[in-house]
């Protein structure tokens, strides 16, 4: 197996996600305020996996010695650099997490589950205790927990994949053109979450895809039982996305 044998394995379901009914039932600011109330927790995860990988594939502790491959170390290096320390539309330092924050502030959306989260992990409570306290829904406490037991225990060509080919590069233009028309009507409310989007299309979708991929090609080598892990992870990371998409768009239903 290869890149693009993995690639066609999980094409299914990633197509699933990409035509997903939730995407043409966000059509005002407040369906879009709820979509960030979900899909936020996956922006937070998404940051713990890549800080999973970077600790897997680095040395961050003293005293250093070399870690595995040094072109594995550039590539995971580079990406945590441009999501922990991108920059905001006033040209400002900030994560891609925070800078999501900050655009749910904006949108008005409700950040109280997030910022309680945050809160809990900072006191030292255990992640799964936490998710569980906060009585989330049952698709983000899924879509999450998955997340964490591959930080946990998968190894990290698992981690890797499912980085790479179960996570953000998964809106349609369908999304995008939503926002533009929000912000058209809501400039004030829309703005950073407009930015938001750009950024991700611009760094994560385009440099941080094809370094992804790079990495994990340097970590799944030639080895077909890697290959075959990676990819029965990313389908099961996706089904998870699904899920997720299955729990917005029933809240917004539920909300009509």
Request: with cysteine.
């Amino acid at each position: 197996m290869n890149l693009s044998a993995l690639q066609e394995r999980i094409s299914n379901v990633r197509n699933e996600i990409i035509l997903h009914p939730l995407y043409p039932r966000l059509q005002e600011l407040q369906d879009l305020q709820q979509f960030t109330q979900y899909h936020v927790f996956a922006v937070w995860d998404f940051m713990s996996l890549l800080k999973s990988l970077q600790r897997g594939l680095t040395c961050v502790k003293n005293p250093w010695v070399p870690v595995g491959s040094a072109n594995t170390r550039y590539l995971i290096n580079e990406i945590v650099t441009g999501e922990e320390s991108d920059v905001d539309a006033n040209g400002n330092r900030t994560s891609h997490f925070e800078l999501y924050l900050q655009a749910m502030q904006q949108l008005g959306a409700d950040t109280t589950s997030i910022e309680q989260l945050l809160l809990h992990l900072q006191q030292g409570m255990p992640v799964q205790q936490a998710l569980q306290q906060l009585r989330l829904p049952r698709a983000v406490i899924d879509f999450c927990s998955f997340t964490f037991s591959l930080i946990d225990a998968a190894p990290i060509h698992v981690q890797a994949a499912v980085f790479t080919f179960g996570r953000e590069d998964l809106i349609p233009d369908m999304f995008h053109e939503l926002v533009t028309r929000l912000s058209q009507q809501y400039p004030q409310q829309i703005a950073t979450f407009k930015y938001y989007l750009e950024r991700h299309i611009e760094v994560d979708g385009d440099h941080h895809s094809q370094l992804a991929m790079q990495m994990v090609q340097e970590l799944c080598g030639t080895d077909e039982q890697k290959w075959n892990e990676a990819a029965t992870a990313c389908v099961e990371a996706l089904r998870l996305r699904k899920g997720l998409w299955n729990g917005v768009l029933e809240s917004l239903k539920e909300s009509v």
